[in-house]
Nanobody
Framework: QVQLVESGGGLAQTGGSLRLSCTSS????????MGWFRQAPGKAREFVAG????????YFADSVKGRFSFSRDKVKNTDYLLMDNLKPEDTAVYYC??????????????????WGQGTRVTVAS
């Protein structure tokens, strides 16, 4: 059974940085690509960043382009989301989900996919 565990959330000031980690167990990230999503209070879960398994391209939501970066350590089965220049609107619970799929309509995790428990990010103004 695949499990995803996120870590690294917390409180940051506007303009600050945080790094989130998502580690998978039970399957390597190379064959079970993970992606980052977030859900703010009262809003739907939205895609943030990730690299689907059929591409070396990294996808980002427009709202985080130029501020967030993504990296993958296949040896550690861990994906990272480095968040710079944080804004209050980045406040949300961040989830990693897999397998990540991206197409012309966007990036998503299938209904049958797996999600981590989430890690809370709060950006103070």
């Amino acid at each position: 059974q695949v499990q995803l565990v996120e870590s690294g959330g917390g409180l940051a000031q506007t303009g600050g940085s945080l790094r989130l980690s998502c580690t998978s167990s039970g399957r390597t990230s190379g064959s079970f690509p993970m992606g980052w999503f977030r859900q703010a209070p009262g809003k739907a879960r939205e895609f943030v960043a990730g690299m689907p398994g059929n591409s070396d391209r990294t996808y980002f939501a427009d709202s985080v382009k130029g501020r967030f970066s993504f990296s993958r350590d296949k040896v550690k089965n861990t994906d990272y989301l480095l968040m710079d220049n944080l804004k209050p609107e980045d406040t949300a619970v961040y989830y990693c989900g897999a397998p990540l799929k991206c197409s012309g309509v966007g990036c998503y995790v299938p209904f049958s996919g797996t999600w981590g428990q989430g890690t809370r990010v709060t950006v103070a103004s």
